[in-house]
């Protein structure tokens, strides 16, 4: 079933969203009408990927912007102002949440009153959904010239159309490629600890009946040096001047793809970009033990194990083939300074 | 608690074993006492790794030369060894096994009647499973020299005291250099999908008290980069002269350590060098698809999703730093001509 993966009901008035704990068991849809349920789903994963999360931003502030009570004017732009930033605190690593935020913010607190500070942040996070779209078809037509048909691509955690508003970006690139006619396989990487990989990006590309193989994360390098593997590509939550940040275990896979001598590629939109940190100036968010310990109600590890569950780890760029861009295609080194002139 | 992983029980007249697919939750004694029951065991990894299969398949023979019915003594030599071949080929990847039935049986069939026939088997077994605990402790004061205090030791799988009749032959190698006074901390990666590294190996080192810290098999590429990782340390299943086979995530766990220039030991007794194959001629058992669709009741991929399961890879020796053995540390290149004169 293709429907955008977080969206505004106008009916409703609330943001919708599909919520990716369920999968791949069920598809379930959930309405989030209150901030502190968003702050819930970002955290949860309910909504998860780069993309998505920047959407998710701006609709919550959207949401804010509707929900807040106030006294007066003033007391209601310092609670829409303090709620963004704790929403933008939900995930301090994924740099598109706090970008969607900013962005929808900025152009509320234009608004001369409340009803035009809600109506143009609704505006605001309804254009940036959309251009969401149009940037990973974007990715989509640059990146598929990378692939050549009978290609079999390997993917970790899931930037698919589940991770956008649609379409996706690692995915975007292959489903591209697949629209152009390309013969193209995938191996998904399943993703520990929370298994995006084995969910959600075989759910969405068996849906679309593009082929997928699930592999644990273990395996890359094994399938890499028996030949099955052509060309790999990931999503990204943060690209810095020195560095990818994106999902654990994607560095492991770029050390044993420059090994094998396997093409490394990052889709991400321009929006991941961030200009003013390097690598060093990020901090990787530390999730929760139990996601090592436990699978629901089994135990797979023991009770109080001590555990290290870094959410993401940084790729350095010299391990960057390229980065798959909506303006094109970026090969390492790649100028920041020039970049942010031409996107800014 | 310490007990040998699998034994012989003289008052039940049956071998006894820990259930490994019951951990870390629970602590199961499993009595054997058909050879039936010992082939659904070893299937199901109740019963796993290289030395402990060794045992299994000398206390394998053992259990079928008091079971079998015959017409006669030639009829009941010929039951034996045909129950001994199919016992070899629960699982084939794993040299131990074979290993393990061909010297028990070798040593049964001289005897002269069936009473000489029984009693030379269970001789043999407990001589061999004996001589496993002697062996890993051998490894384990060779391999300690490699360690310095303060190391921290990533392991994969497990290749500890569960795996063996007793005391282990990675996990050997850190439990002596504790013994020997060393402050040894062990990174445990969590070994998709059956995960004995979260469950087992875990599960031992709490239990004895050494420091483990646990992680997901893709972590660690992030944990080397970060310099948390001072060596690593793991089994083996069979190893040949150009490669060691060993758990599905070894051979990338290699390249890791080779990008990172951190020293890679494969800990494991003469008995698992088969001097008769290369790389080329060992096939790998590709296992049951369910082992990453689901966990217990939880579907962790979509019904149905096509899977690759092989259960081991190839790390080529030249990615290989040193082999402990019980006779002393073997540095690639190894001859296996003159291996095989000194150990036969």
Redo the contacts between chains.
Sequence with gaps: MWMRTIDWSDEKGCITIIDQTAL??KLVLLDIDHVNVLHEAILKLRVRGAPALGAAGGFGVALLARSIRANDFKDYIKKLTEGAESLKKVRPTAVNLSWGVDRVLAAALTGKDRAEVESTALREAKALADEDVAQCRAIGEHGAKLLESSDTVMT?CNAGRLACVDWGTALGVIRSAVEQGKDIKV?S?????L?QG??IT??EL?DDRI?????????????M?AGKIQKVIVGADRIVEDAVFNK??T???S??A??HGIPFYVAAPLSTFDFTRREKDVIIEERDPEE??R?????????G??????AF??TPMQNVTAIITEQGILEPPISFARLKKSSS
Tied chains: 1, 2.
């Design positions: 791949p068991s970790h191996i990487c399943e993703t520990r600890p298994n084995s969910r075989c759910f068996m082929p997928v193989t699930l592999i644990t994360d273990s395996m890359a390098g094994h399938f040096r654990i275990g560095y492991s896979h050390v044993l420059k090994a090592l310990r699978w629901n109600a089994t135990q797979i590890a023991p009770a194990v001590p555990v290290y569950n870094p780890d940084a």
